[in-house]
């Protein structure tokens, strides 16, 4: 594939807010490139940690209760365990397994350890003790407003996101990722526990596109080097495209990375001295802010889920 070509077909998607475009640059560059087996694993180690159910604890000093494997005839009919729990917004199929293995999960009262188990429309599943139903799924972005965290809720009283999406749907959803509280931007929520795991991996390379507006006008070999991949607190930094905002000053950058790091964008300025006034993130995993006013959501159609699972 042609490099160059390549790279100058990504820069005309990048798109967000305002009718800005991203990559006037001649030197910013996409990930195209093969990364080193060694470089391409530590950048997977760097990414957000996927949701997991810690296991439970035996409190009752009680003897642990023997696994009891009942009879499963109908293999052909009914939902996988695993798949139950998964839709039911616990956690992701295959940490489901790992619960399963260890009595995490019991169907009409006995514990079930059997791999590919199905459940049965009238069979009453409980995980860790309490009743769980599968759930719809939902999908839900949301244009973030500044001045808000990304938590579930928040002990010092600061206003979270949970209070915008609230009513959007009666099942509980969960932000996919985080915005810092002075980032605007997608931020998309789901109760869908495997596709969130997959889309916040780094081996994934989900797309994330921000505009960042700098204390001052950023220096073009600066924006070489951050095109080049800075050492960020021992770490490498893989940023996948950076250049100057079409039309605008100097100091407006467009920056594309798939990292999960905390604050990831703003260290990477703040290495070459430069302070993020504005951070807004544009474009997540291909989904865009067209239409979706500050403060506001929406839910996802059925074609924007289709894809997304697609891309995984």
């Known amino acids: 594939m042609n490099k160059s070509n390549h790279s100058s077909g990504r820069r005309q998607q990048a798109q967000g ?12 560059k996409k990930n195209t490139f093969s990364k080193p087996k060694e470089e391409a694993e530590k950048s997977s180690k760097n990414g957000a940690k996927p949701f997991s159910k810690k296991k439970p604890y035996n409190v009752s000093g009680s003897a642990p209760k023997k696994a009891v494997v009942p009879s499963n005839p109908t293999t052909q009919t009914g939902i996988r365990l ?4 998964s839709n039911a917004g616990i956690c992701s199929r ?9 009595g995490s999960a019991t ?8 791999m590919g188990y199905r459940v049965q429309p009238t069979d009453e599943v409980r995980f860790d003790n309490v009743l769980i139903n599968p759930e719809t799924k939902r999908y839900v972005l949301l244009n973030k407003p500044k001045n808000y965290i990304t938590t ?14 609230n009513k959007a749907c009666k099942e509980r959803i969960y932000p996919v990722g985080r915005l810092d509280r002075d980032t605007t931007g997608l931020l998309l929520f789901t109760n869908d526990g495997e596709l969130a795991k997959q889309l916040t991996h780094p081996k994934h390379n989900k797309r994330k596109l921000y505009h960042a507006t700098l204390d001052k006008k950023i220096a073009l070999k600066d924006l070489q080097a951050i095109a080049e991949g800075p050492e960020i607190e021992g770490k490498k930094v893989w940023v996948d495209d950076v250049s100057y905002v079409q039309g605008q000053s100097k100091n407006e950058v467009g920056i594309e990375i798939h990292s999960g790091r905390n604050r990831i964008v703003r260290k990477i300025f703040a290495h070459f001295g430069y302070t993020v006034v504005k951070l807004d993130r544009v474009i997540f995993a291909e989904l865009t802010k067209r239409d979706l006013p500050r403060g506001h959501y ?15």
């Open 17 to 28: 807010g305002k009718g800005k475009s991203f990559g006037t640059s001649k030197f910013s």
């Open 152 to 165: 579930m809720e928040d002990e010092r009283g600061r206003k979270t996101v949970m209070e915008i999406v």
């Open 94 to 102: 295959r940490d489901a397994d790992t619960y399963i293995q260890t």
């Open 82 to 85: 695993n798949k139950y729990i």
């Open 298 to 312: 929406r839910h996802l159609t059925a074609q924007e889920v289709i894809n997304l699972k697609n891309s995984i």
């Open 107 to 114: 169907v009409n009262g006995k514990i079930i350890t059997e």
